[in-house]
């Protein structure tokens, strides 16, 4: 039985977030966690970043879903201008969140890379919203994939760090990781959108190699 490739990706995605969740976001509900004095100085900063990044993250997997999509068109849209608005507020105030924090200690280049980062979240998905505008839906979805995929470093980074221990090393190392996800995270988008033309060009690569060993056989049996 062939196993959709979205299934797994989105199953992926589903197990880092829930990672994360208990990781790194579970002082949510825990008053007395002494997280929150960290937070105390930007808080209402925070909440409307958070609450749009809530968002992004809930509505972007399913303007993924073929049938969601055909089956309540409508859904659909008003789904994806709540995630372009999502994106839109989240990504500048994390910018800018990340500024604040130099005052507490925060290095520049963190806040180079919240500017990056934000830049290219409302890039593509301002890109997205232009095609799906304009009815150029194959654009529209390239642009939306790395979008999501880009908004998807909150989650992969911490993930990483968590799962690896390297978050206790330092923010160089927190950092490194980011940009990394960053960098990747385009990569990866457009490996998602041509994963079917790159399957097509393996097999055929594949099929000579298969061939030529089939025949060897016979070539010794001829001579």
Request: hydrophobic letters at 55%; aromatic letters at 12%; glycine letters at 6%.
């Amino acid at each position: 039985m062939r196993i959709n490739a979205k299934y797994v990706v989105f199953s992926v995605i589903t197990a880092m977030t829930v990672y994360v969740l208990y990781h790194n976001e579970r002082f949510i509900v825990e008053p007395s966690n002494p997280v929150w004095q960290h937070y105390e100085p930007f808080k209402w900063w925070l909440l409307p970043h958070a609450l749009f990044g809530t968002i992004v993250l809930l509505f972007a997997p399913l303007q993924f879903s073929d049938r969601l999509r055909q089956r309540f068109t409508k859904a659909h849209r008003v789904m994806g201008r709540l995630y372009v608005l999502g994106a839109f507020v989240m990504a500048p105030l994390g910018a800018y969140i990340q500024y604040y924090q130099e005052r507490m200690g925060a290095p520049r280049s963190f806040t180079v890379l919240g500017i990056v980062d934000a830049s290219m979240l409302i890039g593509a998905t301002a890109l997205a919203l232009l095609f799906a505008v304009t009815r150029k839906i194959a654009l529209h979805r390239q642009w939306a994939t790395r979008s999501y995929a880009i908004a998807l470093v909150f989650i992969g980074g911490r993930f990483v760090l968590g799962v690896t221990a390297w978050e206790t090393l330092g923010v160089e190392i927190a950092q490194a990781i980011i940009w990394s996800c960053l960098a990747l995270s385009v990569v990866l988008a457009d490996i998602s959108l041509h994963w079917k033309e790159i399957r097509i060009a393996l097999s055929r690569n594949a099929k000579p190699a298969v061939l030529k060993k089939q025949a060897l056989p016979g070539v010794v049996r001829a001579a």
